[in-house]
């Protein structure tokens, strides 16, 4: 995985190629091959990962909210940039819910600025799920080592967990704290 080659032409990550090279980031970055289906229905899977007993929520991408409508407080707007997780897992038991974001980026570009948000979106997904522990996790790729060391520093004081999508640890990284999560 650390050999990830998403070409992008053009003057930058944007334009017409943003959303065919987030998929394939998102898609290169999924869990799915970590994971054990033991039911599922149009809106969600439940899983558990690979070598562990303990089950989670798995929503299709767009379904959280469908997902959870017995504990959405409905007074609260939706904001942009929180309807559809990039990947997402909810412990019912501990009540967390795991809400990864995936930034793929090849050139400069206004994603830096993406990274800065943790604290509206964790705001946002607490007050529409008041009675769950919201942990909100970053998979980025390696671009942002070098590009966003200022966004980088913020999230580790904030102690916001962020995961490099590129290495080749990355899924049994991610999976370890989900699981180990406390």
Not at 123 to 132: A, D, G, V
Request: charged share 25%; with cysteine; proline share 3%.
């Amino acid at each position: 995985m650390d050999n990830i080659s998403i070409c992008n032409k053009g003057y930058g990550a944007g334009g017409s190629n943003t959303n065919k090279n987030g998929i394939a980031y998102e898609k290169l970055t999924e869990l799915d091959d970590k994971i054990t289906i033991h039911s599922k229905n149009k809106y969600l899977s439940e899983i558990s990962f690979n070598d562990n007993e303990k089950r989670y929520i798995k929503p299709k991408q767009s379904n959280l909210f469908k997902c959870m409508k017995q504990e959405i407080n409905l007074n609260i707007t939706k904001a942009h940039g929180c309807k559809k997780p990039d990947e997402c897992y909810i412990d019912q038991q501990n009540k967390n819910l795991f809400i990864i974001e995936k930034k793929m980026q090849q050139s400069n570009g206004s994603v830096c600025e993406k990274i800065q948000t943790p604290d509206f979106k964790m705001w946002q997904y607490q007050r529409t799920f008041p009675s769950y522990n919201i942990i909100y996790i970053y998979c980025l790729s390696d671009w942002f080592k070098e590009n966003c060391k200022a966004e980088i520093e913020y999230l580790i004081y904030k102690k916001i967990p962020f995961f490099w999508g590129n290495s080749l640890n990355y899924k049994n990284d991610i999976i370890n704290f989900i699981i180990n999560y406390k």
